[in-house]
């Protein structure tokens, strides 16, 4: 669940920031509205300032835990656990396997730019 919210929380800040919204008053919103939670308000520094907190849990880690959970579900789907993973696994990809697993926000929103900047 928390690399599933990990996850719409990098989607909405790379939204937000396309749209030419601040990452930090989407990241308040974000924490002010219906679907905040404690893990906000922790991650608000990484979210924020990718590199700049400490590293709470890896990247490889959370992709290789979720790869156990897809493994041990069988022939239960798990779509969002493996859309959590395949943005994991982009990240690991993009040299950030040992940066806190909200590095999948940096990833997203370096995308995003290069998305905007070809159109």
Do not use: N
């Not at 990241?27 to 905040?36: C, N, R, W």
């Not at 929103?109 to 159109?119: L, M, V």
């Amino acid at each position: 669940m928390i690399a599933a919210t990990s996850q719409s929380v990098a989607e909405a800040l790379a939204l937000a920031e396309i749209s030419g919204i601040g990452r930090a008053a989407a990241y308040d919103t974000l924490a002010a509205s219906a679907v905040s939670s404690p893990f906000l308000g922790y991650k608000r520094q990484a979210f924020l300032s990718p590199g700049g907190a400490p590293v709470s849990f890896t990247t490889a880690l959370m992709s290789k835990d979720l790869a156990l959970a897809i493994g041990v579900a069988g022939d239960v789907p798990l779509p969002v656990t493996a859309a959590a993973k395949q943005a994991l696994d982009a990240a690991c990809t993009a040299g950030f396997s040992d940066a806190d697993f909200a590095s999948v926000a940096h990833v997203l929103r370096q995308s995003a730019s290069q998305a905007a900047s070809s159109d």
